[in-house]
């Protein structure tokens, strides 16, 4: 296990999980395409957020050594930033779908 200094993290992350998560964020925004410049932002801090988070999960229950920490946020940044682009498709198509409206409730005499 690496003995990691005061100065080699940032709020509890360290550099090389940053580092690893916004590089796959990044890569996999290069093959995204039809997104806006708002969109691309999002799924590129969505995708470095996730894999900020669940990196160290991964690491846990893989019971993988934390030198790998950078690897697996790559890889944890790659897939998050991927499904962003989902999730603005379901959102945009649940925006448009119609709901079917209920009859009114029949009047009840007592």
Not at 33 to 62: D, N, S, W
Not at 94 to 107: F, G, I, M, V
Request: hydrophobic share 50%; proline share 6%; with cysteine.
């Amino acid at each position: 296990m690496a003995i990691e200094t005061p100065g080699s993290t940032v709020a509890g992350i360290s550099y090389a999980v940053l580092i690893g998560a916004f590089i796959g964020s990044a890569a996999s925004l290069s093959y995204a395409k039809e997104m806006t410049k708002r969109q691309a932002m999002t799924a590129f801090l969505v995708g470095g957020a996730v894999a900020c988070a669940a990196t160290p999960l991964a690491i846990h229950y893989l019971n993988a050594p934390t030198e790998l920490a950078g690897a697996i946020a790559f890889f944890w940044g790659l897939g998050a930033m991927r499904a962003v682009p989902v999730f603005f498709a379901l959102i945009d198509r649940t925006r448009n779908a119609k709901l079917p409206t209920l009859p009114d409730q029949p009047d009840t005499k007592e």
